[in-house]
């Protein structure tokens, strides 16, 4: 239960920083497309940690390069912004056999999202989020392999924020 709330507040604190003109990206977002968006990189950035080890070593304002799956709930992405939680490669999702809809929200294994889990806001030079929905603008989905780097962001309660500006979305994920 703490997992949602701060999920919650997490995604309530990211459509807050989306309301104000002068914290937003003022780019165009229409036009936008995974083959042409300049947050999407062609190779993988170097150094990518699990999402779990991050959440233990990296410090607020580090620079940081993370791998996860996009999932953790079962809405990760939040609507109007290229922002998204992913979870740590090593946490199963829920199996085709177990009946689940929604295998990105772990409903199977929710107890181990809790600590290897992070939330990952797509910003622009200036660190402004930016207004457009991830999938369109990366071209992915729930359960899509992704590696970002940007800068950590720690909450009080050990939450980890990446305000990235690349993302690689490995190959048949």
Same mark, same amino acid.
Request: with cysteine.
């Given at each position: ?65 993370? =791998? ?100 690689? =979305?490995?190959?048949?994920?």
């Amino acid at each position: 239960m703490k997992m949602y709330f701060s999920l919650t507040l997490v995604g309530i604190s990211l459509l807050a920083a989306g309301c104000g003109s002068s914290e937003v990206a003022t780019a165009p977002t229409e036009g936008y497309s995974a083959a042409k968006s300049p947050y999407l990189v062609d190779s993988e950035p170097a150094g990518a940690i699990p999402v779990g080890e991050a959440r233990e070593s990296t410090e607020d304002g580090a620079e940081v390069t993370l =791998v996860g799956l996009i999932g953790g709930s079962s809405e990760p992405f939040v609507d109007g912004l290229a922002a998204f939680t992913i979870v740590d490669p090593k946490v199963p999702y829920c199996a085709d056999d177990e009946g689940c809809p929604t295998p990105w929200d772990y409903c199977c294994t929710q107890d181990q999202v809790e600590n290897n889990i992070a939330t990952v806001k797509i910003v622009d030079e200036a660190g402004r989020p930016v207004v457009h929905g991830a999938r369109g603008l990366l071209g992915v989905k729930e359960l899509s392999t992704v590696v970002v780097k940007g800068k950590a962001k720690r909450d009080d309660q050990g939450n980890l924020t990446v305000s990235a500006n690349q993302v690689f =979305v490995r190959p048949g994920q």
